[in-house]
């Protein structure tokens, strides 16, 4: 018996790893997808990563029963291929920020 409750322990924590590497997969896509629209990606850079986020999410849906390596592995694919585009958008944005509060300070005479 306690053998047996060992078992169902083991396949407990091993469906939970499994779970919460499906839930970060789907979050990460879902994050990305919004960083579209919040970092006004456009043209090509946005077309890569709509479609990288539909492909990755239709994986998800025909794979729900996949091993946890594999949620890993389908997120670092889509990590490899978002976050260089990601990141320089960022800087865009950051360095955008930087121009207006320069400017803004420069016009101030105090």
């Given amino acids: 018996m306690v053998k047996e409750a060992e078992k169902y322990k083991k396949e407990d924590q091993e469906n939970e790893k499994k779970e919460e590497a499906k839930e970060l997969f789907k ?3 879902y994050e990305l997808r919004d960083s579209v629209s919040d970092l006004a990606i456009q043209g090509a ?8 986020v539909k492909k990755a999410l239709q994986w998800l849906s025909e794979n729900q029963l996949a091993e946890c390596n594999k949620y890993d592995d389908e997120r670092k694919k889509l990590e490899t291929l978002c976050n260089p585009i990601i990141a320089k958008a960022k800087m865009r944005q950051l360095q955008a ?7 803004a300070r420069s016009s101030c005479r105090c």
Avoid: F
């Fill in 27 to 29: 979050l990460y896509a």
């Fill in 45 to 52: 850079n946005k077309k890569t990563i709509v479609d990288a």
């Fill in 97 to 103: 920020a930087g121009n207006i509060h320069d400017a």
